[in-house]
């Protein structure tokens, strides 16, 4: 087991280089650092000296791979490639554009990100498991039938109608909540309410749907057939023998989300202003910070296979099957 | 020559696609392995319905693909012969020319006759009251609009829903006509089949479907004469054409990221999967390392390099259309990088089961070369999959494009897209009184198409893997 998980995170090294090869290339080779400070500092007003003086600001001043003007070690360590790309490495991210500490940032701003994504989820996986068993138990009647009508639709609705038409009712003409903004501590749950409903509620569409599917699925194998045929209650045969065959791959597909919640949701937390990593990354997209987005970028690739190695390992434990392969 | 066409980089894509899927029919109009699954699509009602209203869509979007520099209007020949527009403008803005051309000055609710804001207005004698000015187009010919409003808007609307009977009858009757034609059957049988729903192919659903695509649009068309239908936005333009205008980025976005994806993943897929080891490391490593990155910040990562490139580079586009036009690809290609490598995934798998099937293993023995068996045995044996993934995968990418719009990493802000038109809206809603017009267009001509998209995609899916079939019901 042990051998299992130290080649699965060995094997993460050559993807990470890669990753990390692929942002440099995106950032520094497509686009000269000269064409980024031309494009922050726009068009008009560019002099040669004041693209020298940005990229000095900025560190981009080096060359991009091999620095001849140094001696020894320097020659490699000198260069962007080095002190941009590969300390991203040691979760040395460096500083943003506008001159901000992008490694503080991300630990102050995680915790809002997650106050969000971990209800969602949860509550999420509740609702949607709950419903989706419900189908099941009802199966082949009208219950099912409208079900699934009902969660196409939902499926087909932009996720931005769900906040923008939550927002407008729940804050704009009932005054429920207050409609965007962040507190610490405790009251930041009265900011937290409305945005967890409403991913919820965006998410039930397909998450119940794919739910769905897997119950149906497993309950036409043959070992659901031989518990009723024991006599079983219909009950039990859902609780004890569906839900635990199919809480398998919906266990493995929550668990390849988890380390992703860090990095919040885009959308959500742009439109309640919730200063979570979401907005933070909006915000230097908007900005057009590069260095905050090479290091989400970065970061987003490591919790990825983070998610992957936990996956593979949570297959492991819970169906010893693969453990042989 | 009265036009002078022109082609853009995504119009020719949209009818190299238009050309291969005439292609893929004509192939499959002799094959019964591949006629069967289609037939099952034809006979499903779901399947029908949604793919009525998907092929209006899919015509306006076509319409809207043929570009071209419309003619000057003569001003003053000197012998130049005919002078263009720079303007690009496409076959579609011809049809709906009064749409684009009757811009108002700023806000207007659907259906209005005057702004939505009040203005000074200025009396023929030269006093200044504040009122609710009329609108240059919307309701114009209203003599006295506070009461002629409604009887006027009622006789549009009838007189829509009587024209749109006409035509359907005319429809349903030349249907029938062929149908009973066809069987060898008196008309009036037909008609009584039809009518019970008894045909093979669910006619009624069909002309049902028919009917109330028919009747929205005529009542549409007659209340555009004579207003803006869905109102105006903050610049005066009428919203309907926006969201007319936006099917065409929708179904772009939607079905040409599949395209420039699919040639990659499935040689990719195959490949790793029929040659397997070393091959099958590469292939593997490349498509792990594009999918860890979180598709989104790839995303917003290459579009901001491509602003980057598009302001250092202004001199290469000649005009605004093309410039939001290769922005467009560009996205297309991104969202196709960033979703091959699930369907990657999945081709490599079915090869590395097919590989092992016994007319692949005689066929190795028999000394058939590699890329020959892939072309006869593997590649047809994986097509539907790759179907699937197509249909499957179109609604979310039409649905992702409205979300990309709205961080500024999606279509340019020049084009009309959903997403963009949410994006303006945003503000709109904290207005008093507020402007739900333009979100509640593109919300609605959005759903409606990833609805109808949905559903038919459930039917191919249906139709083409049976053992999902089964274990559905």
């Known amino acids: 087991m042990m051998a299992y998980i130290i080649r699965r995170v060995l094997y993460a090294i050559p993807i990470l280089i890669g990753v990390n090869i692929l942002t440099f290339v995106l950032f520094f080779v497509i686009n000269s650092p000269d064409d980024m400070a031309r494009m922050h500092l726009g068009v008009k007003r560019v002099t040669p000296e004041a693209i020298e003086s940005w990229k000095r600001e900025h560190g981009y001043d080096k060359p991009l791979l091999y620095n001849d003007r140094a001696a020894g070690a320097a020659r490699f360590t000198d260069t962007i490639f080095f002190q941009k790309s590969l300390k991203l490495f040691q979760f040395d991210f460096g500083l943003s554009d506008s001159g901000r500490d992008i490694g503080y940032d991300i630990s102050q701003r995680m915790w809002p990100s997650l106050a969000i994504a971990v209800p969602v989820l949860f509550i999420g996986l509740l609702v949607n498991i709950s419903y ?87 309950i036409n194998k043959d070992y659901v057939r031989t518990a009723r045929a024991k006599g079983l209650s219909e009950r039990l045969v859902l609780f004890r023998h ?26 959500t937390e742009s439109f309640f202003g919730i200063p979570g990593l979401g907005s933070y990354t909006i915000d230097a997209i908007n900005r057009q910070d590069f260095a905050i987005v090479r290091a989400m970028v970065f970061l987003g690739s490591v919790l990825y296979i983070l998610g992957l190695i936990l996956t593979d390992i949570s297959y492991t434990l819970v169906d010893p099957r693969v453990r042989l392969s | 020559m009265t036009v002078q066409p022109v082609i853009l980089w995504t119009d020719a ?24 699954p289609w037939r099952y699509v034809a006979r499903s009602r779901v399947g029908m319905a949604s793919l009525v209203v998907l092929a209006v869509y899919m015509a306006i979007g076509l319409l809207d693909s043929l570009h071209y520099h419309p003619l000057l209007p003569k001003a003053g020949d000197n012998g130049h012969g005919p002078r263009h527009s720079a303007e690009i403008v496409s076959l579609f803005d011809a049809i709906v020319a009064p749409l684009r051309e009757r811009s108002e000055k700023t806000y207007s609710a659907p259906l209005a006759w005057r702004l939505y804001a009040k203005e000074s207005i200025e009396r023929p004698d030269g006093t200044v009251y504040r009122d609710y000015p009329r609108l240059k187009y919307g309701g114009a010919h209203l003599k006295e609009p506070a ?19 006409v035509i359907w009858a005319v429809v349903a009757a030349s249907l029938a ?63 309907l054409y926006q969201a007319l205008k936006s099917i065409r980025t929708g179904l772009v976005i939607g079905t040409l990221t599949t395209l420039v994806m699919l040639p990659a993943a499935i040689l990719l897929g195959i490949m790793a999967g029929y040659f397997r080891g070393w091959v099958d490391d590469v292939i593997q490593y490349l498509y792990t390392t594009l999918s860890s990155v979180p598709g989104v910040l790839l ?51 079915e090869a590395l089961k097919l590989r092992e099937v016994d007319y692949v293993q005689a066929a190795v023995n028999f000394g058939v070369g590699h890329f020959t068996i892939i072309g006869r045995h593997i590649l047809p044996n994986v097509l539907h999959i790759v179907l699937i993934t197509v249909v499957l995968d179109f609604s979310g990418l039409v649905l992702a494009e409205a979300v990309l719009s709205y961080v500024n990493i999606g279509v340019d802000p020049s084009m009309n897209s959903w997403g963009n038109m949410i994006n303006s809206a945003r503000l709109e809603m904290a207005r008093d009184p507020i ?39």
């Open chain 2, 177 to 239: 006509l062929l149908l009973a034609r066809r069987d060898g059957i008196p008309l009036s049988v037909m008609f009584g089949r039809l009518a019970r729903g008894e045909t093979a192919i669910p006619w009624r659903t069909v002309l049902a479907t028919l009917g109330l695509v028919l009747a929205a649009t005529l009542v549409v068309i007659e209340l555009a004469a004579g207003y803006h239908v869905l109102g105006t936005d903050k610049v005066g333009e009428d919203v």
């Open chain 1, 242 to 267: 569906v839900l635990k065959n199919a809480l398998i791959p919906i266990l493995t597909g929550v668990v390849v989300v988890l380390p992703l919640l860090f990095m919040g949701s885009l959308i």
């Open chain 1, 132 to 218: 989706a068993l419900l189908i099941a138990f009802f199966r082949a009647t009208y219950i099912d039938f409208w079900s699934v009508v009902l969660l196409v639709m939902m499926m087909s609705i932009s996720s931005l109608f769900y906040i923008i038409g939550g927002q407008y009712l729940v804050s704009k003409v009932l005054h429920l909540v207050p409609i965007s903004g962040y507190d610490t501590g405790l009251a930041a749950i009265k900011f937290l309410i409305l945005p967890v409903i409403i991913g919820v509620v965006g998410g039930i569409g397909a998450g119940t749907r794919w739910y769905r599917t897997l119950f149906l699925e497993e």
């Open chain 2, 13 to 36: 894509l949209v009818f190299l696609l238009v050309a291969l899927a005439v292609l893929f029919a004509w192939m499959a109009r002799g094959r019964e392995h591949l006629r069967a």
């Open chain 2, 435 to 473: 402007v739900w017009w333009s979100l509640a267009a593109a919300m609605i001509f959005m759903f409606v198409l990833v609805l109808c998209a949905n559903l038919f995609a459930d039917v191919v899916r249906d139709a083409f893997d049976p053992r999902l079939r089964n274990s559905r019901d």
């Open chain 2, 299 to 349: 995303i917003a990562a290459a579009i901001l390099m491509l602003q980057v490139y598009m302001n250092n580079h202004q001199g290469a586009f000649n005009s605004l259309t093309e410039r939001a036009d290769l922005r467009l690809l560009f996205l297309c290609i991104i969202l196709g990088i960033t979703s091959w490598t699930s369907l990657c995934r999945y081709l490599r798998g």
């Open chain 2, 147 to 165: 009461r002629e409003w409604g009887p006027d808007i009622r006789r549009r609307m009838a007189l829509g829903l009587v024209k749109a009977a």
